[in-house]
Structures are given as C-alpha cells and as structure tokens.
C-alpha cells in the first residue's frame, strides 16, 4: 500500500506551496513521528520557520520519509529522508532531497527545516545589494549606540542570526559566504528566546567586525550607494587588519589619520573610487574608529588673545637676600 501510495504522489502535484512549511510523514517510525511533531510546535514562533503538519499529503511541500523509502516526491516538495547511522546498507541514490539522522534532536530537525525552507522559496527574488546594505545599516547602527545585549534577527528562508554585542560575535548556523551574499531579507530583531539560547551553543561564531568590515567591501565593490556625509573626518586609530586589505584602504587610512578631511578632500587627495571612500568611510564610523570634526576650523589655527606681563616682584628681604646670595 505504501508503495502505491508513493507511485501516485510522483505523479501528482502539491498544492500547499504557501509561505511556510506544510509537513507531512510517510511510514516514519512513530516515535520519530511524535518528536517530530513536538519539536515542530516548540520551535514554532521560537525560530524563524513557519511550519504545520498535515495529514493530506498532496497539500505537504516537505514530507518525511524512512531511510529505505524508495520515492521522490516532484519539486518543489521535498523528500527527507530519515537515517538510521547504524543502518550501513541504506543507499542514498537519488531520491532524497535532504536527509536527517536519528535521533532526532532540535538542532538537526531545525537545520533541515531550514534547508527545505531555503529550496521551498528560493533566492531568486532577493535583491543582493538591498539585503547587504540593511545588514551593514542593522550592525552598524547598534555598534555605534554600543547597544550591550544580544538580539536575534530573523532572516527569510527559514533562517536567523543571533548578534551578540556585548561579546561583538554573530551567530548563525548559515556560512559567512551565503551571509555575504544578501540573498535575503531581515525581519524584525528580537530578544533571544530559550529556543534560541540552545542554538546559540551548537552553531558557529564570528566576528561582528570582520562581518561589517566584509559586508562595507562587498558594497563599494557593487557601486552602492552610501549616506552623504558633509563634515570632516579623522581617523581616531587605525582600522582592523580586515580593513586594510582591500585596496586603497592603506591609503585612506593614512590620510585620515594624519589630519581631518572632507569626503571630497579625501577623494581629491587619495585617488580611490568613490564608493570606496564612502564605504570605508562609513564603517570606521560604525565601529568607532572615526569622528566628525564638523567645520571648524583647526584648535591651532586660532590665535589667542595677548597676555599681559608678569607682575615685578615687588623689593623686599626675600628679593634683597635672592640678589645677595644669587640663588636664582
């Protein structure tokens, strides 16, 4: 029966392409089944996944299977299959979509709910620079208000990023280079969650900075556009070392340093692409490194008003006694 009932899904289509996940079982294991089920309601509203089980599988876009199920279901549902580690003689082939280990645990259930969430919806519809420049505006923002808690920042398909600004670390189960890439877009930050704190301790940790410095090149690369900056700008200590190996930084660094510059004195004197400027520009100012002077004019430039002369000292015993015995 079971065999039946996977030869007609292949034929049919799915209907319940909707914005979450819609899950469905196929012959699990029914211990699988009740965690599976009850990993999904904790994690609902805890994590960015939107997800419900149904019983009608022609309405499911993602459908868990056992190891040996020998079907796939047609794109875009996808077919996970759930593998037993000891079981040596199940074959992948080619007909799972993603796979998950038992036991089942929330750290893999949520990284495959992710995966189905991401092959669901796609990226297609993402706007790189958009995604890129509402990260460098959400991290630079609370860098520069010191904000010291950590937030969660949910991200489309199914993903999140937990900012640690006290310890100035990111979060995320995501590869930097997909981060990188801005094929997303940013919800509304939130508290961390107790389903969040288990997360923060099973996926990696990098450096907020490295991150922002990353995200500025990635911008002056793609030509985007930056906020206009109208004051003068001195570097108060040199940038990380991230921020010095894209080319012209050394230089921009060393104008900066030295004296207080307009954007376009340090354009006129550097010879570097305008948004070069603009984006190194604004992440010094992000992470602290750079102050705007305004428009006055230099401390040293103005002239202080003249100083009378010293008084005499007046004659008396002391003065009489110092020209005596030449002390001073």
């Avoid at 993402?126 to 010291?148: H, M, W």
């Avoid at 981060?179 to 450096?207: D, F, N, Q």
């Avoid at 202080?304 to 110092?322: D, F, H, M, V, Y």
Wanted: charged residues 20%.
């Amino acid at each position: 029966m079971a065999a039946f009932t996977g030869a007609i899904l292949l034929h049919r289509g799915f209907d319940g392409m909707g914005d979450g996940l819609v899950i469905g079982t196929q012959d699990i294991a029914q211990k699988d089944q009740l965690v599976l089920r009850a990993l999904v309601r904790l994690l609902e509203g805890g994590v960015n996944i939107r997800a419900r089980f149904s019983e009608q599988l022609t309405e499911c876009n993602v459908v868990f299977v056992p190891g040996d199920w020998p079907y796939r279901f047609h794109a875009p549902c996808i077919t996970v299959r759930v593998l037993d580690p000891d079981d040596t003689a199940v074959a992948l082939g080619q007909t799972a979509d993603l796979t998950v280990a038992t036991p089942l645990r929330m750290t893999n259930v949520i990284a495959v709910l992710q995966s189905a969430t991401q092959r669901v919806h796609g990226v297609s519809q993402f706007d790189p620079v958009k995604g890129q420049r509402a990260l460098f505006e959400l991290l630079g923002e609370r860098t520069r208000t010191a904000e010291r808690r950590r937030a969660v920042v949910p991200i489309s398909a199914g993903q999140q990023i937990v900012f640690d600004f006290v310890q100035q670390l990111v979060h995320t189960s995501m590869p930097m280079e997909v981060l990188l890439s801005g094929a997303y877009t940013l919800g509304e930050p939130h508290r961390v969650s107790p389903v969040e704190e288990e997360l923060i301790r099973s996926v990696p940790a990098h450096s907020l900075r490295n991150l922002l410095w990353n995200l500025a090149m990635r911008l002056a690369q793609s030509g985007a556009s930056a906020p206009l900056r109208t004051g003068h700008y001195r570097l108060l200590r040199w940038p990380d070392a991230i921020g010095l190996t894209a080319a012209g930084h050394p230089r921009l660094a060393a104008l900066l340093t030295s004296r207080a510059l307009s954007y376009e004195q340090v354009c006129t004197s550097s010879g570097v692409p305008e948004a070069t400027v603009r984006w190194f520009l604004e992440a010094c100012l992000a992470l602290g490194l750079a102050v705007d002077e305004g428009n006055a004019a230099p401390a040293a430039s103005v002239k202080k008003p003249p100083q009378p002369p010293a008084a005499a000292i007046p004659p008396g015993w002391l003065g009489n006694l110092r020209e005596r015995l030449k002390l001073w």
